[in-house]
Every structure is written in structure tokens, then in C-alpha cells.
């Protein structure tokens, strides 16, 4: 007796970059790896240059993720990989507006009928170039590596806080500041 398994993945087929599906940022959806060797593509569209955050969660056990980013020229910016089972975070700083594409897949390939959460988040305003010298420091007033030097840019004029954390993360300083720059 043979059993037809069906996939419940509502954006298949999205296979390559031509057939990629056109997902919104900043929400949720559900896909899976299957069958055996499938490539899962999806397109979001931005109307400004800023982050582009892939979360993939709820991956199955036997799933090894990777995660590609691309341009609209379908050229290669930013990809992750996480092993069996694992989530997966991957970023990219886009550069403009337009379409850019996501590519999920298994690494070794397998596959599996159960889904995994896929959520491309998007943001114009967001903390880059981030810097601490010395690395580590300690800031326990024990004399040694007590003091650091924090730099950063913020891609918009705000209001930002730095909250200096001890091991058991209690929080021992607290800079606040207005601006784009950090330092």
C-alpha cells in the first residue's frame, strides 16, 4: 500500500528566484523543506535602505538551516547557517529600495513536512559600527579593565541608552544620550 504525503506549504512552488514568493516584512509566515533537495525562496520589498533581519524558528529536528540573502540582481549579500534543529538569524544591511530575496534550505540536504517560522524583519533606524575598547573590560572597580571607550553610529538622529551589565547581569552603569553617533 503506498501513501501519498502532500506538502501544506502555501508557498510552494518557490523554488528559484523566478518563482519566489512575495512575503511582507515584520510578519510571520510558515514553510517547510520538502520534498527532498527543495529550495525555498521568498521576496520582500522595501521602500528605503536599512536592515533586513531573517529569523527562522521552529525548525525541525532534522533540518541543518541555511539562510541566503540577495540582491534584486540576485547577487549574494549576507547568509547563515545553524545546525540540526537549530534557529537561524541572519542580517544585511541593504543599501536601497527594492526587491531582495531570501533563500532557505537543509544542510546536508533532508527534508521534512513540518514547518519552520520564517519572519524577514525590517528597520531604516538601527545601531551599527559597534565598538568597546578595551575587549573584554571588566567594570567590577577591582583597577583592571575598569574603563572602556563605546562607539557606535545610529542610521537616525534618537535618543539611546547603554546599559553596562556585570556577569550576572545586573546592570552597574547607565549612559544616555541624543544623537546618531556614540561615542
Same mark, same amino acid.
Given at each position: 500500500?503506498?501513501?501519498?504525503?502532500?506538502?501544506?506549504?502555501?508557498?510552494?512552488?518557490?523554488?528559484?528566484?523566478?518563482?519566489?514568493?512575495?512575503?511582507?516584512?515584520?510578519?510571520?509566515?510558515?514553510?517547510?523543506?520538502?520534498?527532498?533537495?527543495?529550495?525555498?525562496?521568498?521576496?520582500?520589498?522595501?521602500?528605503?535602505?536599512?536592515?533586513?533581519?531573517?529569523?527562522?524558528?521552529?525548525?525541525?529536528?532534522?533540518?541543518? =538551516?541555511?539562510?541566503?540573502?540577495?540582491?534584486?540582481? *540576485?547577487?549574494?549579500?549576507?547568509?547563515?547557517?545553524?545546525? *540540526?534543529? *537549530?534557529?537561524?538569524?541572519?542580517?544585511?544591511?541593504?543599501?536601497?529600495?527594492?526587491?531582495?530575496?531570501?533563500?532557505?534550505?537543509?544542510?546536508?540536504?533532508?527534508?521534512?513536512?513540518?514547518?519552520?517560522?520564517?519572519?524577514?524583519?525590517?528597520?531604516?533606524?538601527?545601531?551599527?559600527?559597534?565598538?568597546?575598547? =578595551?575587549? =573584554?573590560?571588566?567594570?567590577?572597580?577591582?583597577?583592571?579593565?575598569?574603563?572602556?571607550?563605546?562607539?557606535?553610529?545610529i542610521t537616525a538622529a534618537g535618543n539611546w541608552t547603554i546599559n553596562i551589565k556585570d556577569s550576572s547581569n545586573s546592570i552597574?552603569?547607565?549612559?544616555?544620550?541624543?544623537?546618531?553617533?556614540?561615542?
Amino acid at each position: 500500500k503506498a501513501t501519498l504525503i502532500t506538502n501544506p506549504d502555501t508557498y510552494e512552488p518557490n523554488n528559484d528566484f523566478t518563482t519566489a514568493k512575495l512575503i511582507s516584512t515584520n510578519t510571520a509566515i510558515q514553510g517547510s523543506i520538502f520534498p527532498l533537495g527543495d529550495y525555498d525562496y521568498y521576496k520582500v520589498n522595501v521602500s528605503t535602505s536599512g536592515l533586513l533581519t531573517v529569523d527562522l524558528t521552529n525548525v525541525p529536528a532534522n533540518i541543518a =538551516p541555511l539562510i541566503y540573502i540577495y540582491n534584486s540582481s *540576485q547577487a549574494y549579500l549576507k547568509g547563515g547557517s545553524a545546525t *540540526q534543529g *537549530q534557529n537561524l538569524t541572519v542580517s544585511a544591511e541593504l543599501g536601497s529600495a527594492g526587491d531582495y530575496y531570501i533563500r532557505v534550505i537543509a544542510n546536508p540536504s533532508a527534508s521534512s513536512i513540518s514547518a519552520y517560522s520564517l519572519k524577514a524583519g525590517f528597520t531604516n533606524f538601527y545601531i551599527k559600527n559597534v565598538s568597546d575598547s =578595551p575587549d =573584554p573590560f571588566s567594570p567590577n572597580n577591582d583597577g583592571q579593565k575598569d574603563i572602556t571607550t563605546i562607539a557606535a553610529t545610529i542610521t537616525a538622529a534618537g535618543n539611546w541608552t547603554i546599559n553596562i551589565k556585570d556577569s550576572s547581569n545586573s546592570i552597574k552603569r547607565t549612559f544616555t544620550g541624543t544623537g546618531s553617533a556614540i561615542s
